[in-house]
């Protein structure tokens, strides 16, 4: 099984309330990564790509199950055979909207769903959405992965979890915005330095109200250092990954082997 991924990060502007709109870009954006020259293995969006945070009206406009996200990505998946991260949509569940993430692979076939579990209080997300309640895991290629959204990067123990599950990479799609991007980096390296792992996360562009968003998308290795990282544009960002490096970092620092877990957790 190859070890070996090309990554494309859409990292786009989102128009919030606007789901048509936001469509239409992403779909542009996707037909652009898979007409290079190398097709990317894996494409990632960043989180609620459909409505942004238009949060006040979020149950008129959520994608009611998901249903036209998960057709559209679906089709794309197979028509292209490449494996898609579908960053986050706002999906409607009965009587509740979550802030849902689908991965695709080559075949069309939905492999996993997580629902962000920590709301993130700041953009009053606690006010308009409900949590998910289990942690996103999903193979790729035969590796495990793990998927987090934007404010769980600031859990630790979730990162650590999933790592200890098995998961080589970290997916994570995010609205982050200024001006905490110093935490965004500082966050995002921790994981990957601590867990051993590829981490690779997306986050949008753009203004939303008076709230910046400033891109730097991020694909980091292992040791933590930076594969690939955008400026604050509209752009893909690719990167090509090798899954054999986890190994070869956990063989050296035996991280895992000398944990203490019966004297430090719970
Ligand atoms: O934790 C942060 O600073 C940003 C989190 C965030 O914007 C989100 O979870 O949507």
Redesign the pocket.
């Known amino acids: 099984m190859s070890q070996q991924l090309r990554i494309a990060l859409l990292q786009m502007n989102i128009e919030a309330g606007n789901p048509e709109v936001n469509f239409t870009k992403l779909a542009a954006m996707l037909e652009e990564a898979v007409s290079q020259p190398v097709k990317p293995d894996v494409i990632m969006f960043p989180?609620m790509w459909n409505t942004g945070y238009a949060l006040t009206e979020i149950k008129t406009i959520a994608d009611k199950d998901g249903a036209r996200t998960k057709a559209f990505l679906s089709d794309f998946s197979k028509k292209h055979q490449v494996h898609i991260i579908g960053g986050s949509i706002a999906e409607l569940k009965g009587e509740n909207v979550y802030n849902t993430m689908y991965a695709f692979d080559r075949n069309g076939e939905q492999i996993a769903d997580y629902s962000?579990i920590h709301l993130?209080r700041?953009?009053d997300?606690e006010k308009y959405l409900a949590a998910g309640e289990k942690p996103g895991r999903l193979e790729l290629e035969g590796s495990g992965a793990g998927m987090m959204?934007?404010?769980?990067i600031?859990f630790p123990e979730l990162a650590r979890k999933l790592a200890l599950e098995g998961a080589k990479l970290l997916f994570v799609p995010?609205?982050?915005?200024h001006p905490?991007l110093h935490?965004w980096k500082t966050l995002l390296t921790a994981r990957a330095i601590e867990n051993q792992m590829f981490v690779v996360a997306c986050n949008r562009m753009g203004t939303s109200g008076d709230t910046q968003f400033f891109g730097h998308s991020l694909i980091l290795d292992p040791w933590g250092e930076t594969v690939a990282e955008a400026g604050e544009e509209e752009t893909i960002l690719y990167a090509d990954i090798d899954l054999t490096l986890v190994d070869s970092v956990r063989s050296k620092i035996p991280v895992f082997e000398d944990r203490r877990p019966n004297i430090y957790e719970a």
């Open positions: 989180e962000k993130f700041l953009m997300e959204i934007c404010y769980d600031r995010a609205e982050w915005p905490r935490h």
